[in-house]
């Protein structure tokens, strides 16, 4: 079966790349009954993939059910997985079949793997290795030919070396993985899937489906989706039943998404652009720059002190008087050990000496905005307005550079 006839009969939207290569590998990997591990944030669709490799096995016609150990009590997900006796804990008043039992020669899909407690991940590994298991207050071994899927939106490998996941259990069930992309990994299929969505609902409500506008369209592409595919239908349906106007333009649609949800430095304000963690990490290190910079003038600045303590006169015959009564205080009072400096003294002096002890507090600014403009500001002349070579020098993407010019107003 190709690809086009599975995306239908399915229901998937999409061409992306990533989007096929998980597709060919469920497909596959189908035939056979290997254990599969499907990897992908929540809201990516990974429950569909389980019920395509299901739908195209040799089981297809045996029970299929999807389990969520995420939401089964740690004290419960034993019984529920491999039933127990009668007595066999409080509340058990009668022998009851697990999963295990009851989808014999079909298909288990158990969804968020990773919450999984350690003694029921025992217990698993028992059934994948040997296909046997044992019901809760029990001793007799019972078998089992269940294929199981299992999918997980964290990384189990993080797990097992923290003691959270067993490491076997992890190799044993990694035996073919799936990573379904998400939503912001496949922006071209997101003014699909909105189309999608919406044509559904004006179907389903008889009324006139939802048209977004090109700059629409884009606000939506660059989102960034933290709910996926499951946020867009939302969205989608959102706006189908509140929008008076059916033809949304890019300022009505911000006014459905979370503006949380747009990624910036954590002290700036303002500015809707949206930023990949990899832009993120690039204004990240143009912190660190800033910083490190300020920190390079402190220091300088320090030094100039400590060369005027120990000789004054390199100041000159104008500035020594200066500065050699405040140098003197600071070295009695902190044994040569020059203060932090939080502001720089200015001297004002216009040629006459009766001014020179006129001096006046300049307060410098310690804003990370206004360092990051002024950094931006130096870059763009440095490079004589070329944003690309700009960029480069800052370590941000010229996207990114873009937006910066609009949000601090910097003209070129």
Known sequence: MDLQSIKNRFGIIGNAPALNHALNIATQVANTDLSVLINGESGVGKEVFSQIIHALSARKHNPFIAVNCGAIPEGTIDSELFGHEKGSFTGALDSRKGY?????????????????????????????????????????????????????????????????????????????????????????????????????????YKAPPVQLDEEAKNVLINYTWPGNVRELKNIAEQISVLSQNKNINAAQLRGFLPEHNYSRLPVLSGGAGVVSQTEFANEREILYKLFFDMKKDVNELKKMFFDLLQNPNIAGNHHAPVFADELKEYSSNNGNTLPAVASQSVILHHGNTDDIHHHEDVEESLSIMDKEKELIIKALKKHKGKRKDASLDLGISERTLYRKLKEYDIEE
């Open 100 to 204: 295990f039992e009851t989808v014999n020669g079909g298909t288990i899909f158990l969804d968020e793997i990773g919450e999984m407690p350690l003694g029921t991940q025992a217990r698993l590994l028992r059934v994948l290795e040997a296909g046997e298991y044992i019901r809760v207050g029990s001793s007799k071994v019972q078998k089992t030919d269940v294929r199981v899927i299992a999918a997980t939106n964290k990384e189990l490998i993080e797990f097992t070396q923290t003691g959270r996941f067993r490491e076997d259990l992890y190799y044993r069930l990694n035996t073919v993985p799936i990573r379904v992309p998400s939503l912001r990994d496949r922006k071209e299929d997101i003014p699909l899937l909105f189309r999608k969505f919406s044509a559904d609902f004006a179907d389903k």
